[in-house]
């Protein structure tokens, strides 16, 4: 009996350590997962022209913005003259003022990116140095502080593929066309470009030297489209993340003190922190208010001219409805990350101050000055991300952009039928 209790008591024993060395593996695999989704946003900041760094020059970060400006910009105003020859076919001006629209993303967000560089850098030196301060507090902070890890990078990998895929399948068949063409020599050449255009010099449609050249200009708007928007809305998950989890980890700090901590001073540095990242979500806010305000204002309305154009969905091909479920799910998908992202920061936030009302504070030994900011901090309202002051960035936005979409195309709908 007495071996048979031994074995058990190491059989226990052993359990528990390999419970213990799984759980660690775990972790250390979660922290790989972050350095991997670190790399992936900075490296899109670089390919898209948008990265701001110390380590970067300010006249490379100058030059590559005012080049996104000015080739996004020089195509929507092309895209603009094309709807002038075009005023009687309702569709196509729906089309172009959609593609324009689309153009404006890059412009916006280079001419943000550029005015707000040195509060962006400031950003993300703060949120990065308390993120990696709690990250190597103990194990138990983080494993708390990397939980939602997946939650902010699965969203980011499928909204990169569903841009990338919608504007290759823009691109792909004017430029197989083209080669193909090319490649067998036909006689009766008819080549046409990816995007919708007028230029001011000539463009033959049998191919000249303008041609190509118009075509690798689009082909690089495209580039711009897919990197720049991609990276600038994978940033603003990963600051959200980061704002999200330590506020978290927080919460876990303060209902989970540990012996050897002094519950005075934890509670002193989480007040501290807290202070610190209500600044970090002004400059969130002061950086991608107008971005978020022409999202919304921009996804209502091309989710409205892509079901306008497509219906009644019957002369569809099979290339122009892999195009159309393409584009409607990029746009959905996009707003509903920006709202589910601003509305999980919220729910951190007020998780934090709950924690801090739940807490041991009250019984404590504090001083006045501690007591009074853990009395601030409760009644502050939670943090929320807004645009312009004037939408709160939550899961409500994305339904009010669905209803107001859906709106406008009854009204176009409306629109053709008189005409």
């Not at 066309?177 to 000539?202: C, D, G, M, N």
């Not at 980061?242 to 989970?256: D, P, V």
């Not at 901590?261 to 208010?289: K, P, S, Y």
């Not at 729910?347 to 009395?375: C, D, K, M, P, V």
């Amino acid at each position: 009996m007495r071996n048979l209790a031994n074995f058990v008591r190491y059989f226990s024993m052993f359990h528990d350590y390999c419970n213990e060395q799984s759980s660690e593996a775990t972790i250390d695999m979660t922290v790989l997962r972050y350095r991997v989704y670190t790399r992936r946003v900075r490296r899109m900041l670089y390919l898209g022209g948008i990265l701001q760094d110390r380590k970067r020059s300010a006249i490379c970060s100058y030059i590559t913005g005012l080049l996104i400006i000015f080739t996004c910009f020089g195509q929507c105003i092309f895209t603009i003259n094309f709807c002038r020859d075009h005023t009687d076919n309702l569709v196509l001006l729906s089309r172009s003022f959609g593609l324009t629209c689309s153009l404006i993303a890059p412009v916006l967000m280079s001419i943000c990116f550029l005015v707000k560089r040195e509060k962006l850098m400031n950003l993300h030196e703060t949120l990065n140095g308390i993120f990696e301060r709690e990250l190597t507090r103990n194990r138990e902070t983080e494993e708390t502080i990397l939980a939602t890890l997946h939650t902010f990078d699965r969203p980011s990998y499928i909204l990169c593929f569903t841009l990338g895929s919608t504007v290759l399948l823009i691109l792909c068949p004017p430029l197989v066309s083209t080669v193909r063409q090319i490649i067998y020599h036909t006689e009766s050449k008819r080549y046409r470009l990816p995007l919708p255009a007028k230029f001011p010099w000539s463009i033959s449609i049998d191919g000249n030297f303008s041609f190509y050249l118009s075509f690798l200009y689009q082909i690089f708007i495209c580039w711009w489209m897919v990197f720049t928007v991609g990276s600038v809305d994978s940033l603003f998950g990963y600051y959200a993340f980061q704002i999200s989890s330590i506020l978290q980890a927080m919460s876990f700090r303060l209902a989970n003190p540990r012996p050897r901590e002094v519950f005075a001073e934890v509670l002193r540095t989480c007040v501290q922190t807290h202070h610190r990242l209500l600044r970090c979500g002004h400059m969130l806010n002061d950086i991608w208010d107008l971005i978020i305000i022409r999202m919304i204002l921009t996804n209502a309305i091309l989710m409205c001219v892509l079901i306008f154009e497509a219906s009644p969905f019957t002369h569809l091909t099979i290339g122009q409805i892999l195009l159309f479920v393409s584009y409607m799910a990029l746009k959905l998908l996009q707003t509903f990350i920006y709202a589910w992202y601003g509305n999980l920061v919220t729910n951190a936030s007020e998780h934090f101050r709950q924690g801090i009302y739940f807490s041991e504070w009250s019984n404590s030994n504090l001083n006045h000055h501690i007591r009074t900011s853990i009395i601030i901090t409760m009644m502050q309202k939670p943090m929320i991300i807004k645009a312009l002051k004037l939408s709160s960035v939550n899961v409500n936005m994305f339904t009010n952009i669905v209803n107001t979409a859906m709106s406008y195309f009854f009204l176009l709908q409306s629109l053709d039928q008189n005409r």
